[in-house]
Nanobody
Framework: VQLQASGGGFVQAGDSLRLSCAASGRTFSNYIMGWFRQAPGKEREFVGAIGWSGETTYYADSVKGRFTISRDNAKNTVYLQMNTLNPEDTAVYYC???????????????WGQGTQVTVSS
């Protein structure tokens, strides 16, 4: 499956941003979709994931209550709504696809190219 992330940008602390990830090539609804992020000099970290139908979601503690993942299987798209952003959220954000609900980057088979999110204080 090919993934294309978009929606990143430069925002102020406290602002919101919504990322999108469009999928093509294989049956989108067969995949768990995850979001990861990587800040300069840091490891890629799990942000959250959503199950096949969208009923199940799982988030990292650092974003729980602020970020929401959703998906539209008819549009082959997954979203990451990010609210109350702070400078620590600055990173390149990646969407990824997996066969199972996992939190490790090594468990995801397909990756988008990443989109930069920069939050200023």
């Amino acid at each position: 499956v090919q993934l294309q992330a978009s929606g990143g940008g430069f925002v102020q602390a406290g602002d919101s941003l919504r990322l999108s990830c469009a999928a093509s090539g294989r049956t989108f609804s067969n995949y768990i979709m995850g979001w990861f992020r990587q800040a300069p000099g840091k490891e890629r970290e799990f942000v959250g994931a959503i199950g096949w139908s969208g009923e199940t979601t799982y988030y990292a503690d650092s974003v729980k209550g602020r970020f929401t993942i959703s998906r539209d299987n008819a549009k082959n798209t997954v979203y990451l709504q990010m609210n109350t952003l702070n400078p620590e959220d600055t990173a390149v954000y990646y969407c990824a696809a997996s066969r199972g609900l996992r939190t490790g980057a090594q468990d995801y088979d397909y990756w988008g190219q990443g989109t930069q999110v920069t939050v200023s204080s």
